[in-house]
């Protein structure tokens, strides 16, 4: 494909509107929390939660921006895994980390995730009290607990929880009770030693072992509320939640589809809704047409699966792009042409063939080779077409005794 897809995205702001209807793929932003409370925290006193963002819609997320305001917006700062700007593909998920240094008797500020997400929530409320009759506070190890995805209906290894009130020299804390609480509470279980009515002093701990068993695709999150009070004062004095979660089912692959230029004789393929949106509204300069040939791929890596790396050959090799398989194909072809554009080492997931033979439960990508100046690569799945592509002069490409290229979900 010419280089016309790197040139669409500057003229993305002017062909918006019609995207926008000719696709229906967009990515869509899910927040674990929506409000996080520090409760009654010591002043100044360095303390982590997190949120965490996942895309759940069907096209890449740009996260622009994670922009702190309010009233006590300088009680808050952010770190975590979600760089700014950077994109989600979907199912991917990232951790921003909140780290509140609560000055005052009454902090609240807002966390604004700026992304161009159709969802309609995109804010965390953040509140604390700074307590005067505290010096450390309350504590976890580790923060927040958080599970890999898991299969639905399965159990995974259980993570535990320690809370420890390191204030027992000058107060000591009574517990009231020890709960998962949220919309997906019921995914976890929870086994605690923290006993209610018992006096945790003397920098003691208690603990909540947690388990995780998704009852539902996608992100699942809880919270664990830790509930206490000191000598003399109301039960759930000292409220502590932290959070919990974990990404229930396996992601679901995206389909690549394939485009035929009959004026240059190039194919080309995208699993990006927006450079679909854009080959089929013809916003090009010579017209892209569906062939009708598609197959499957993983946009994150899953057990089992290799990374399919896209690169563009500038005019003079082509004008086209390449696709190639696996870590060691992408950085050979890097490599021995250097001149040519790394758009993506990661453009989508695929398994690789051992000897020519794919994974039980995959199908067989096929890759011919044009042998041209214009050099151009063409997948498929169909053998018969590989076949007729050959029969015109295409050379094909790949391993074992079927030349097999990579393997498909």
């Known amino acids: 494909m010419p280089r016309t897809v790197l040139a669409l995205r500057s003229l993305l702001a002017c062909a918006a509107a019609l995207a926008a209807t000719s696709a229906a793929a967009a990515p869509l932003l899910d927040l674990s929390r929506t409000a996080i409370s520090w409760g009654r925290v010591a002043s100044g006193v360095d303390i982590l939660q997190p949120v965490f963002l996942t895309n759940v819609g069907d096209a890449p997320l740009n996260l622009s921006g994670l922009a702190l305001s309010g009233r006590n917006a300088t009680d808050y700062r952010t770190a975590g895994t979600c760089g700014v700007p950077s994109v989600l593909a979907p199912g991917d998920r990232c951790r921003v980390d909140i ?134 004062q109301a039960a759930g004095f000292v409220t502590a939640r932290y959070s919990v979660t974990g990404v229930g089912g396996a992601i679901a692959p995206v389909t690549v589809v394939e485009y035929y230029n009959a004026v240059l004789d190039h194919y080309f393929i995208t699993w990006l809704a927006n450079e679909q949106a854009n080959l089929d509204a013809g916003n090009t300069p010579t017209k892209w047409n569906r062939t009708g040939y598609s197959f499957r791929a993983f946009t994150t890596a899953q057990t089992g699966t290799s990374p399919v790396c896209r690169y563009y050959l500038p005019p003079e090799f082509g004008d086209s792009h390449f696709f190639g398989r696996g870590t060691a194909e992408c950085n050979a072809t890097g490599a021995a042409h250097p001149q040519f554009v790394l758009e993506d080492p990661q453009f989508m997931q695929m398994f690789l063939p051992v000897a020519g033979s794919c994974p039980a439960g995959t199908v067989p990508i096929y890759r011919v080779f044009s042998n041209r100046p214009d050099a151009n690569h063409r997948y498929m799945t169909d053998r018969s077409v590989r076949d007729q592509m050959v029969a015109k002069g295409w050379l094909a490409e790949g391993d074992g005794p079927d030349l097999v290229v990579m393997c498909a979900p």
């Open 99 to 232: 780290i509140a240094a609560i000055q005052g008797a009454s902090s609240s500020a807002t966390l604004t995730v700026e992304s161009d997400s159709a969802a309609a929530t995109n804010s965390v409320i953040l509140s604390g009290i700074a307590a005067a009759d505290l010096v450390h506070g309350l504590f976890a190890t580790p923060p927040f607990i958080d599970f890999d995805r898991q299969a639905l209906g399965t159990t995974a290894a259980m993570k535990t929880l320690t809370i420890t009130n390191p204030e027992a020299s000058t107060l000591a804390l009574f517990v009231d009770g020890v709960a998962l609480v949220g919309p997906a509470a019921s995914d976890f279980t929870m086994i605690s030693d923290c006993v209610v009515g018992r006096s945790y002093a003397n920098n003691a701990s208690c603990s909540a072992t947690i388990g995780f068993t998704p009852s539902a695709n996608g992100p699942r999150s809880a919270e664990l509320e830790f509930r206490a009070h000191p000598s003399g």
